[in-house]
């Protein structure tokens, strides 16, 4: 079955680096885009980055300024997000997202069919 | 960015009861919505893609509807188990999508 298992999270404090990871298995990682998605505590969903299934094109928030990176490894089947210079606001719960990219019918729909557990990132002075 | 607008923030109903979320965008997205539910604790679950085609395992009391800025999702007879926060999120402008700050379903 499909899973994404994320690991990385933790409480650190501001202007200090992260990398969370996501591990996939159960499907063919190579051929699917990906996407990290945030939530801060009581909030909705924030999209934060893109990444193309060879990992050749990336797209990210612009609200992100520069500060972080989405990468892959489809060597290991794994996406990452590299957090630089974090800040409070970064505290989240952060969501890697599979991309269902399906254009099996006359149009094609980019939709979220399978989440990660989520990982929480406490960001404090 | 096409902003995102989701109404009412709370909607209180009663199991059994019919329940009908909307969502807006601030420009024209054709028919690419989703539509996700979220529990406490949990991930997002994917309902509704397409604006109105249930993603698998998705019961038929589920339904979605609109095009172009106006959406709505409809909830035919509310079991215990749908009480949740619902989020629309537009992928017309992919890879940069966007959510809606969501609706709250909650008992009566």
């Known amino acids: 079955q499909v899973q994404l298992v994320q690991s990385g999270g933790g409480v650190l404090q501001t202007g200090r680096s992260l990398r969370l990871s996501c591990a996939a298995s159960?499907?063919?990682?190579?051929?699917?885009?990906m996407h990290w998605v945030r939530q801060a505590p009581g909030k909705g969903l924030e999209w934060l980055a893109a990444?193309?299934?060879?990992?050749?094109?990336?797209y990210y928030a612009d609200s992100l300024k520069g500060r972080f990176t989405i990468s892959r490894d489809n060597s290991k089947n794994t996406l990452y997000l590299q957090m630089n210079s974090l800040r409070a606001e970064d505290t989240a719960i952060y969501y890697c997202?599979?991309?269902?990219?399906?254009?099996?019918?006359?149009?094609?729909?980019?939709?979220?069919?399978?989440w990660g557990q989520g990982t929480l990132v406490t960001v404090s002075s | 960015e096409i902003v995102m607008t989701q109404s009412p923030a709370t909607l209180s109903v009663s199991p059994g009861e019919r329940a009908t979320l909307s969502c807006r965008g601030s420009?024209?997205?054709?028919?690419?919505l989703a539509w996700y539910q979220q529990k406490p604790g949990q991930a997002p679950r994917l309902l509704i893609y397409?604006?109105?085609t249930r993603a698998t395992g998705i019961p038929a009391r589920f339904s979605g509807s609109g095009s172009g800025t106006e959406f709505t999702l409809t909830i035919s007879s509310l079991q215990s188990e749908d009480f949740a926060v619902y989020y629309c999120?537009?992928?017309?402008?992919?890879?940069?999508?966007?959510f809606g700050p969501g609706t709250k379903v909650d008992i009566k």
């Open positions: 997202a599979r991309d269902k990219g399906d254009c099996s019918g006359p149009s094609c729909h980019y939709y979220f069919d399978y």
């Open positions: 159960g499907f063919t990682f190579r051929v699917y885009a």
């Open positions: 990444i193309s299934y060879d990992g050749s094109n990336k």
């Open positions: 420009q024209s997205i054709s028919s690419n």
């Open positions: 397409g604006a109105s």
């Open positions: 999120q537009q992928y017309n402008k992919w890879p940069r999508i966007t």
